[in-house]
């Protein structure tokens, strides 16, 4: 199977962090995001039955050091949004891989373990399937069915937009794979599971703990 990753230009992703982390040198947001970014595709690549990591970049000059890790990187089409950029990474999977199973999974998962991300495509099991973030709410995988369409409708309440769509809800992803990082709070999360190296050695320079949600001036 492909997965496809998404990422928006590092100055603008990750605005809700945006004063929390690293509030005298905003350039920290941007590595944390990309860290966060080369953690989650580290952990996709060492996947058993995952072949290719596309990552679909509206800035691919900003993240091409990901490609050391194995990914492709290419632009997102010039996409409009999220979903836009999705079906441009999937269009491309799919030319290259008529038949197999495509996988939307977003980047922001820096403790996301191989064998969690296996557990959760053995159990779709070649249909098309959802794995809802921490919150319930949100979309942090979206499965096609073999050789079939991704159809991703994420943003606000994807994760049942997704079921409504037809997608199967994992009912026993870990938490590994839903604790997607949005907010100072989901840092803290994400720290308790252990995250990745590229991700410590961030945070390890952030002169806030990140465990509070109380942005520091
Ligand atoms: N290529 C591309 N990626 C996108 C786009 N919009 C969002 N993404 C990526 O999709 C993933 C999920 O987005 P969000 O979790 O909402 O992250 P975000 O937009 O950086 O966060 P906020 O600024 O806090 O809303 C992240 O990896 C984003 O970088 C887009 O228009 N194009
Ligand atoms: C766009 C989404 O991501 P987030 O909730 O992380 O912004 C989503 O889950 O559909």
Redesign the pocket.
């Known amino acids: 199977m492909s997965v496809v990753v998404p990422i928006k230009s590092l100055t603008l992703a990750k605005s809700r962090l945006l004063g929390c982390c690293f509030p005298s040198d905003e350039r920290n947001r941007a590595r944390l995001v990309l860290a966060m970014a080369a953690d989650t595709i580290a952990a996709a690549l060492a996947t058993p039955g995952v072949d290719r990591v596309l990552v679909a970049a509206a800035r691919p000059d900003e993240v091409a050091e990901l490609r050391a890790l194995g990914a492709d990187v290419v632009d997102d089409g010039n996409a409009a949004d999220?979903n836009a950029a999705l079906c441009h990474g999937a269009a491309l999977l799919r030319r290259a891989d008529p038949d197999g199973v495509i996988g939307a999974l977003?980047a922001?998962l820096p403790a996301l373990r191989s064998d969690d991300l296996a557990a959760a495509i053995a159990e779709a099991d070649g249909k098309r399937a959802v794995c809802a973030?921490h919150a319930g709410?949100?979309?942090?995988l979206l499965l096609s069915a073999s050789g079939g369409p991704l159809e991703p409708h994420?943003?606000?309440g994807?994760?049942a937009a997704h079921v409504r769509s037809g997608a199967l809800p994992l009912a026993t992803p870990a938490a590994t794979l839903r604790t997607?990082v949005?907010t100072i709070d989901d840092v803290a999360r994400v720290r308790t599971l252990g995250v990745g190296r590229n991700t410590a050695a961030v945070l390890r320079g952030a002169r806030h703990s990140c465990t509070s949600a109380e942005p520091v001036s």
């Not at 709410?137 to 942090?140: D, I, M, P, S």
């Open positions: 999220l977003q922001d973030d709410t949100g979309t942090t994420f943003g606000d994807s994760a997607d949005d």
